[in-house]
């Protein structure tokens, strides 16, 4: 299960979030600027407040980091 | 090994890419992130044909023009060396890859001068953040402090008014800077925002997130403290060259400084492009151009050294 917790105007949130689509890997994509809930489930989650933050089966990663994320979806270039 | 690596993706990298890859160089693009200081930027109203754009939907334009001319891009990578590969060229280690490649155009841009403050880097990303076009969003009705009274920081408290139930900006100068008259005229009028001049940060305070940020006012010893949940820093940038600033000559400023007619810098093989250069007009168009004479000066360059 993969959440991305993004803003509608963070640039590394729309790069993150192509990317995983040119990758074919299904998310749920999570505006925490429309719910207060889904921003404090982030922030308990990742202990900081910046997004992108992506939670790869309860694996937590904060910002864009393009290894870490292919390290833990095991998918290669 | 690639012919032309580019470090960078804004608008002067993926310029140089453009005009690299219609030249048929075997090109790469390196990036931490994709579209530069742009994507930062609220609205841009000087790119010509698109006035009006947003930041991020303009780094989208940029990045769907080099996917349909199937730029490789490497983005989201950490750039950790770049030396000289004796006669052949240059060796990058980018995240876990080495690479080669015959020439380079650095197009790193600026990055953000950083809180240098007791608290300032312990809370980023705690609530001491650089992006407000990305974390604004997330202070709805919560107490903010932006750091800086020029442009940027005029700009950050105008986008967090939307959110956020107060804003101070703290501001060095005596009065609000540059030339943004109508965006300083909307925070003079905002009941929301309250602007303390000739004052500076002296620290951020938090538990695990930032509780407060504490300033002092005309040089006095004594201090005051703000409740806020953020803190925005707007204090300017500097030019990103560290990465090359023992292979190239920069300036006092740390900009590389380039030929103008060429781009290239005084390692023959190494051109730079934009911001990040000493170019004297730091704007985006101009930066676009600079990668284009950087890309196609690489591409004479490497007819001439083959």
């Given amino acids: 299960m993969i959440k991305v917790y993004s803003t509608p105007t963070c640039a590394y949130c729309v790069t993150l979030k192509k990317f995983l689509k040119e990758k074919n890997i299904e998310f749920e994509d999570v505006d925490v600027s429309q719910s207060e809930t889904a921003l404090q489930e982030m922030i308990d989650q990742s202990g900081q407040m910046g997004v992108p933050v992506v939670n790869i089966d309860g694996q937590i990663v904060m910002g864009f980091n393009r290894h870490k994320i292919m390290e833990l979806l095991n998918i290669k270039e | ?306």
Avoid at chain 2, 164 to 184: F, P
């Fill in chain 2, 1 to 306: 090994m690639y012919d032309l690596i580019i470090i960078g993706a804004g608008p002067a990298g993926l310029s140089a890419a453009v005009y690299a890859v219609r030249k048929k160089l075997k090109t790469l693009v390196l990036s931490q992130d994709i579209g530069g200081q742009i994507v930062k930027a609220h609205s841009v109203d000087n790119y010509l044909g698109i006035p009006g754009v947003l930041g991020v939907e303009l780094m989208e334009k940029f990045h769907d023009h080099t996917n349909k001319l199937q730029v490789e891009i490497k983005d989201g990578t950490e750039i950790k060396k770049i030396e000289k590969l004796g006669d052949k060229g240059f060796r990058i280690i980018a995240g876990k890859e080495d690479l080669e490649t015959r020439a380079l155009v650095i197009a790193t841009g600026k990055k953000y001068r950083q809180l240098d403050v007791p608290g300032g880097r312990e809370f980023e990303g705690k609530g001491v953040t650089y992006c407000a076009t990305c974390d604004a969003p997330l202070y709805k009705n919560k107490k903010v402090a932006v750091i800086g009274g020029g442009d940027a920081g005029q700009d950050t408290a105008d986008q967090l008014a939307k959110y956020a139930s107060k804003v101070y900006i703290i501001n060095i100068a005596d009065k609000l800077t540059g030339e943004n008259h109508s965006v300083q005229e909307k925070l003079w009028q905002d009941e929301k925002i309250e602007i303390i001049n000739t004052c500076f940060p002296l620290e951020v305070k938090g538990d695990k997130f930032v509780k407060g940020v504490v300033y002092s006012c005309n040089g006095q010893a004594s201090q005051q403290t703000l409740e806020v949940d953020g803190v925005f820093v707007e204090m300017g940038s500097v030019p990103a060259s560290d990465l090359v600033k023992d292979l190239v000559n920069l300036n006092d400023n740390g900009e590389i400084i380039i030929d103008a007619k060429t781009n290239m810098t005084s390692r023959p093989g190494i051109f730079a492009a934009g911001d990040v250069t000493d170019v004297p007009y730091k704007q985006m168009v101009v930066a676009a151009g600079e990668g284009a004479k950087a890309a196609l000066s690489a591409c004479k360059y490497l007819k001439t050294n083959q």
